[in-house]
DNA sequence: CGCAGGTGTTACCGCCGGTAACACTGGGGC
DNA sequence: GCCCCAGTGTTACCGGCGGTAACACCTGCG
């Protein structure tokens, strides 16, 4: 049996680690050939550990985005009236992109690196159906009430794009951020255009 | 001088079909290759015409992007008050999307094609610097307010998930969606939730 | 000893983006 | 008539990538 083999997974999280450090400094057009290399291998041993490239990248993204998700669902489901739980929600996603934007960028953005995309999409939708159930629960409708997933739908993709806005200029605190979008959200714009 | 040569332009016109033509066929892994055999030429004169592979695709992004923010344009400042003017800008966008969902994919998503990005950045860029002008006007705030460039900014991602969700799932009307969103915007979410 | 299975390697394939170098053609000057 | 030249097209190649086949090495076990 294979699957007892003794450092089969600290082997596979040494070579994510490595994987890992090579795309944070390449880029993310990080070749196989030199991200075995960094990790001390050749590449036919991250086939075996990762079936193809994409794979390797799912993998890598995946750690990143399962560490996201539960830190937004914490924040989510913390105590509190709704206005504050969304807030703080916001919040804590602010945090930990800025905290890790290269990070942030690898997954969102990555410029060459799509063969992630599908880890992400992953994420993107568990985020978004996990928005859906709490606002149809905020606002006692069905689970699957049409409105509530498409204003989960649009508040993802708001707070991910005011995010990238964010990321790259800086023209704000982060509190400041969250303020705005959060005020946007209870319809300051609409009020404040009539 | 070269400028004036005859189908130049026309010809390059002919090359940006052919290669619209084999993107929207084979997903966006369209080869290089395989774009001139479709046009009946080969590799070099499309480099000769395009200088590389992002030059191409820029290229072909460029056209659609243009067309969209025209259309965008027009319908954010044709008459009306603030929420009849964001509403038929959003369902703009939608109808758009929803005409050619190909396209749309291919400058979004595309799965493979990235070389494009820069072309559909600059685009995204363009769209939310003129919602930022357009919320300024309308709260008589200066032009580079902070709210008005983070809520262009949310804005933005808010729709363009959105519409990404609906084009995936179809399950709603564009009206129906044109609503919602416009309802998420003018604050629905923030009154029913409290 | 032989041998099985897992770890590692080298050496290769096919494809792609990109380019150098060469062939063809037509129109001006002499 | 002739040559030159600019522009159009081609073939044939390069380097690098993702991915794989085939072989070498160790280690335990009958």
Known sequence: MTSVLPGRDAR???LLAAADAVVQRDGASASMATI???????KPILYRHFGDKSGLYAALAERHTDRLLDALVDALTAGGPARVRVHRTIGTYLAVIEAEPQVYRFLMQSEEAVPAQGTVRG???????????????ELRLPADDLRATVWA???????????????????CSRADLTDQLTDLLWGAYGVAAG
Do not use: P, Y
């Open 12 to 14: 596979r999280e040494s």
């Open 36 to 42: 075995a290399a960094e990790a001390g291998i050749t």
């Open 123 to 137: 994420f993107l939708h568990r985020l978004q159906d996990l928005l859906t159930a709490g606002i149809a629960h």
């Open 153 to 171: 739908a649009g508040i993802v993709g708001m707070v991910q794009s005011a995010g990238d806005w964010w990321l790259e200029s800086r023209r």
